[in-house]
């Protein structure tokens, strides 16, 4: 064996995508097995009385968004932004490092003993690696394509900053002030939103017009920054809104909120072409799309419906359109393509992946009509059809990511 050969890591160790999709996925699967099992009242008669750490609704309020979300988001951007500057990226050992940071971290939310303290380093850890990362990375290719060359790119250095400081304030506000955390889960939520519509606003054209061969359309001057703008313009105001229940407030941000989800629908009208709806790659990215700009639509019905007092406290489940229709489809879609496309192999929907999309709509659908007829039941269901479409993907993606590229 040549010692190239003998110091080349293994192929999962190769590209941050591999461990984190791989690793992501795997734990979002078991822990929306655990869920269901909890939400059924079948846990085993010796769990009963088990807690994690935070209780059952913070882990899962938590390990959804910065678990996983957090986890498909540190690896999809460490392996993009090798294509962005053209250099090799983070080494496999800082690979290893962010991994195993993240992986213990999940470890030990499951211990209700563990010291705040140290759950809130770990949590830290694997996303501060991960701006460290991401910065060199960048900064190398600003070395080589010059000044500036990366300045699109910069903001998600920002943007992962951010997410190592909420993991501080959201074990400060679980040990003094708990009844808050909600409100930080929504905004973590919002802002994860707002990400992948800026992320999709970049590839979803491209994809569309290698797939189809068909030439794209420039936006109108001013549209994207209306609707990124009044996306990112959400959070802050709607933290505010809720925070004081104040009514001019609340009405500055169903106004944001139905401009995001206005502005945004038109520039997926822009970049939809005839053929999407035949090729489950492209149709399942759009409905992911437009899942968040609904939950955009459902926020500002909301607060229309607060302010006039027609709500009667009910609220239509934004936050589930967002997640569940939103990020998880858009990540499990991402992550098909992604994983085909940097392993060597032909970007087309293998076989049954177009029923694990259709899942997903199926679950955010049950999940935003069923609690009006049977609370329960549409839970269960919501979650197995999830559990049943990531079962899908790990079938055939488990060893796309493990084994080496198709081509070597």
């Known amino acids: 064996m040549s010692q190239e050969a003998s110091n080349t890591p293994l192929p999962i160790w190769q590209i941050a995508f591999r461990p984190f999709f791989l690793a992501g996925t795997v734990f979002i699967t078991l822990g929306f097995i655990l869920w269901a099992l909890l939400l059924s009242n079948s846990l085993p008669d ?13 882990w899962h309020s938590h390990e959804m968004i910065f678990g996983f979300v957090q986890a498909i988001a540190i690896g999809f951007l460490l392996t993009a932004s090798r294509n962005w500057t053209g ?8 690979l290893k490092a962010i991994v195993f940071f993240w992986l213990t971290a999940r470890i030990a939310w499951l211990f209700p003993a563990t010291p705040t303290f ?3 380093l770990l949590d830290m850890a694997a996303p501060l690696l991960a701006t460290l990362g991401l910065a060199k990375t960048l900064s190398m290719g600003e070395k080589e394509q010059g000044k500036g060359s990366q ?12 997410f190592t400081a909420i993991q501080i304030v959201f074990h400060l506000l679980l040990t003094s002030q708990p009844e808050n955390i909600t409100y930080l889960m929504q905004v973590a939520v919002l802002m994860m939103a707002a990400m992948t519509l800026w992320v999709a606003g970049r590839v979803l054209p491209f994809f569309t017009r290698a797939r189809l061969q068909s030439p794209g359309k420039d936006l109108p001057k001013g549209l994207l920054e209306m609707s990124m703008g009044s996306s990112w313009l959400v959070i802050p105001f709607y933290l505010a809104a809720q925070i004081t229940d104040n009514t001019a407030l609340s009405i500055i941000t169903a106004i944001l909120a139905l401009s995001a989800a206005a502005s945004q629908s038109y520039r997926l009208a822009i970049f939809y072409r005839p053929g999407v709806s035949k090729e489950p790659m492209l149709w399942s990215l759009y409905l992911a799309f437009a899942w968040l700009i609904t939950g955009y639509g459902l926020i500002a019905i909301n607060l229309i419906m607060d302010i006039s007092n027609a709500s009667q406290g009910a609220q239509l489940p934004w936050l589930h359109a967002m997640t569940i229709g939103g990020l998880l489809s858009m990540i499990i879609s991402m992550m098909a393509r992604i994983s085909l496309g940097h392993t060597g192999r032909q970007i087309m929907a293998l076989p049954f992946m177009a029923v694990s999309f259709g899942l997903l709509q199926v679950a955010t659908l049950v999940r935003l009509l069923g609690p009006s007829v049977s609370p329960s039941m549409s839970y269960v269901l919501a ?9 899908i ?3 055939h993606y488990g060893k796309i990511l493990w084994l080496p590229r198709a081509d070597d």
């Not at 300045?151 to 951010?162: G, H, I, R």
């Open 383 to 391: 979650i197995s059809c999830v559990i049943t479409a990531l079962g």
């Open 46 to 58: 010796s769990l009963s009385q088990y807690q994690p750490y935070g209780g059952w609704f913070v």
């Open 118 to 120: 140290i759950l809130m």
């Open 87 to 94: 250099q090799p990226g983070i080494s496999s050992n800082m």
């Open 151 to 162: 300045k699109y790119n910069w903001p998600f250095v920002a943007l992962l900053s951010a």
């Open 393 to 395: 993907f790990l079938f």
